[in-house]
């Protein structure tokens, strides 16, 4: 069976879906792996190094994509590039980032098309599939890349500092949400020597955010939302009114803020008010980590940078591209072991929608969206 590896388009991705270590375990598995020219080399691996692991290089994606069964990828297809999704043939298996509830008319068009669609961010949070949840290794990515971000922006440095020139404090860093890429946010930047705070709805956070050296904030109301699977829900009005107070009191003194806050299916949550920013001192630095679900700060522009008041507010996106080599790493490894659950002993497709991360992964099939959440979203669209 034939496994195209097309090279990502998207502007500013750098990531490739597969690295070489991993074609070597496709190919073991009988498979033969063809991927287009190039696709490698942003994220630094030579088209060579693929051939050495076993791959065959094509010198376009049409090529790549011709009799392929299997497509692996990092962003969904570009309905703005046609060839992207015209070259995925009927019946084949498609595995990549899919953004499947904001991203309704590629669904519809992959249902169409006949394509067996499978989303990277479906994938359940089971302890079974750990070793396949791409969300999780690329907010680690971003959580890292977001503190690097930050400090280059900072006009102070992070650590302490005890010269002959003076003693130079820490800087002080705030993380408002403590999952994935909070955490990593958080261990970073300890490393980094900025003295650290943080704050999550989920109580269950609160040890791991003390055992990376932070402190984690507490207020003598109740401000929790712990919601299905390890998830957070959004908070009442009246608890969001005293996060909001708990935020505002501890921004005063940071120097970096970084907020990583989301809501499955929701926009973010507001967490920095206008009136907290102007509280802020000017040259501190907010790397909204949320800024493409709305953001957590009100000044937030996605994809830019606004200084109000003299405070910097970043809104990065696409952060795991800047650490191409090891986001693609990780990513590839979560993709290749998604791969082991389609495919039988002979290396042939063998979908099992009974499969536990098979079936809730899979949103097309056979001409139909089969996840019902968005068949859901289709059906209140407009
Ligand atoms: P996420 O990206 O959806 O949210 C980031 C963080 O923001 C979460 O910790 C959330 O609690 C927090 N948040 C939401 N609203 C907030 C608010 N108003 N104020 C402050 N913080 C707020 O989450 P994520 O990082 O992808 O995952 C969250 C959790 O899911 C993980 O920490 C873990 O417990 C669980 N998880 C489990 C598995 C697994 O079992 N395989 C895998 C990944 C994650």
Redesign the pocket.
């Known amino acids: 069976m034939k496994v195209a590896v097309p090279k990502e388009i998207r502007p500013g991705e750098r990531r490739v879906a597969i690295v070489p270590q991993d074609v070597k375990t496709l190919v073991k598995r009988g498979l033969e792996v063809v991927v287009e020219a190039g696709a490698g080399l942003t994220a630094g691996v030579s088209d060579e190094q693929y051939r050495e692991a076993g791959a065959t290089v094509a010198s376009t994606s049409a090529e790549a994509l011709r009799g392929a069964k299997l497509v692996l990828r990092v962003n969904p297809p570009s309905l703005a590039a046609p060839d992207e999704l015209a070259g995925v043939e009927r019946g084949s298996v498609l595995v990549s980032f899919l953004s499947p509830l904001t991203n309704l008319d590629l669904v519809k068009r992959l249902a169409e098309a006949g394509i067996t669609a499978i989303s990277m961010e479906m994938v359940p949070?089971?302890?079974r599939?750990?070793s396949m949840?791409a969300?999780?290794s690329q907010?680690t990515v971003a959580g890292y890349k977001a503190v690097l971000l930050a400090a280059d922006h900072l006009p102070k440095f992070l650590p302490m500092f005890t010269t002959a020139a003076g003693t130079i404090r820490p800087a002080k860093a705030l993380v408002?949400?403590?999952?994935?890429?909070?955490l990593q946010a958080i261990a970073t930047v300890r490393r980094l020597g900025a003295v650290v705070e943080a704050?999550?709805?989920?109580p269950a956070?609160k040890e791991q955010v003390q055992s990376l050296g932070a402190k984690f904030l507490e207020t003598e109301h109740d401000v929790t939302?712990e919601g299905e699977?390890?998830?957070?829900k959004e908070?009442s009005e009246e608890q969001h009114k005293k996060?909001l107070e708990l935020i505002g009191r501890a921004i005063v003194d940071a120097d970096v803020v970084i907020t990583?806050?989301?809501?499955?299916g929701r926009d973010a949550?507001l967490?920095i008010t206008e009136e907290m920013l102007a509280t802020m001192r000017p040259g501190s630095v907010i790397v909204d980590l949320a800024s493409e679900s709305g953001g957590n700060c009100a000044r937030t522009k996605s994809g830019e940078t606004v200084v109000v008041n003299g405070v910097q507010i970043l809104g990065p996106v696409n952060l795991p591209a800047g650490v191409p080599v090891h986001a693609s790493q990780m990513y590839s490894r979560n993709i290749v072991t998604l791969v082991a659950e389609l495919i039988g002993d002979d290396g042939a497709l063998a979908l099992d929608f009974e499969n536990d991360v098979v079936g809730p992964s899979t949103v097309t099939h056979a001409g139909e969206v089969t996840n019902e959440r968005i068949r859901q979203a289709l059906r209140s669209q407009p």
């Open positions: 949070r089971i302890t599939a750990q949840d969300l999780s907010a408002l949400g403590a999952g994935v890429a909070g704050f999550d709805v989920r956070v939302a699977g390890g998830y957070a908070l996060e990583t806050a989301q809501i499955p949550p967490l």
